[in-house]
DNA sequence: GCTCGAGATCGACCGCCATCTATCTACATA
DNA sequence: TATGTAGATAGATGGCGGTCGATCTCGAGC
């Protein structure tokens, strides 16, 4: 419901008189919002919003040698990164020897995406 | 940021043999990452998504009165979470009065849910 | 004028996080 | 077994951010 904004403010003001009518608002699922918190907390950095970014835009697993000359950080920092998206559950990660691959999960940001649009 | 082919992972043991096929891919651009940046940052706080919901929510502009109640922080720390939503270009207020009245800025959030879908 | 109240700002505290260097683990090759 | 390398982990550090109580600002009503 809105605020009408003609109601609000009268010209005389009387005790337990209210700027507006009660909005109170149940919000957003708790457990839905902290969900979608954690994700935007993830993407709430340069390197790691880069990070997913190239991740999506190429379809495949990346190898983490391939990811570290792209960012002007160490790679101890990348892969600190790289662990905070996996937290977030927004990237996994598959070893083959040596290398690691990383790769965004199907569907990760899709909880935010919607309450977005 | 540069691209380097270079950099691309050498080992001894097989001579030109890679972890993958070279990806090196250029991210998204600068200016538009950091303001999504801003952005997700600004939603990574379980107050702010929800205050951008109930705003949402709301067609109208809503009382600062009204929103305080709905969350366990004082009214300073409401104060500052409307702020740094302001800062990042998701909300502006207008002021009648005594009262302040918020609102989400159409469009704000759409630069975000366009690059997340 | 004076007081009251809604909301913003200030100053302080404290925890989290991004970053580094150094080290560790696991695997591959000799 | 010994060595070299890819990537993760550990520990330290500096800065940012969430929170509070106290204070400030300014419009409204007396």
Do not use: N
Not at 7 to 21: D, I, N, Q, V
Not at 55 to 74: I, N, Q, T, Y
Not at 77 to 106: C, Q
């Amino acid at each position: 419901m809105a605020v009408d904004l003609e109601l609000a403010p009268k010209t005389k003001r009387s005790p337990g008189e209210r700027c507006c009518e009660p909005v109170v608002y149940p919000e957003v699922d708790r457990e839905h919002a902290l969900r979608m918190v954690d994700v935007a907390r993830a993407l709430g950095d340069p390197i790691r919003l880069q990070l997913v970014d190239v991740l999506r835009k190429h379809a495949g697993k990346v190898c983490v040698c391939e990811l570290v000359p792209l960012f002007d950080v160490s790679q101890p920092t990348l892969s600190h990164h790289l662990g905070r998206l996996r937290s977030a559950g927004i990237v996994d990660s598959e070893r083959r020897g040596l290398w690691a691959y990383y790769y965004v999960i199907p569907g990760a940001l899709e909880e935010l995406s919607t309450w977005l649009s």
